[in-house]
């Protein structure tokens, strides 16, 4: 995709290759993986300052609500994108 952009991802490629159950697995693992060590990294960021106990709990507690919402906002869109009939491992539209 990078070298040959005639070669790059089409929708139908990705739905194709959604369609099996292991990807899904793997995109929700590095949904789940990937928002926990970011907001670890920006938790550590705060926690470089020294900050008073009512600010550490606010800022926890946004990073902490924020993480959720993104967090079922993607495993929500990988778990809408829909099942194809496939016939020969061509998409029947």
Do not use: C
């Amino acid at each position: 995709m990078h070298y040959t952009p005639e070669s790059g991802h089409t929708y139908d490629a990705v739905l194709a290759r959604m369609q099996s159950n292991w990807y899904r697995v793997l995109d929700l693992t590095f949904i789940v993986l990937g928002m926990y060590h970011g907001l670890n990294g920006v938790w550590g960021i705060f926690r470089d300052y020294k900050l008073k106990s009512w600010q550490t709990i606010t800022i926890i507690s946004i990073l902490i609500i924020l993480g959720l919402a993104f967090t079922l906002w993607g495993i929500k869109t990988i778990l809408d994108i829909p099942y194809v009939q496939t016939s020969s491992g061509l998409l029947v539209k």
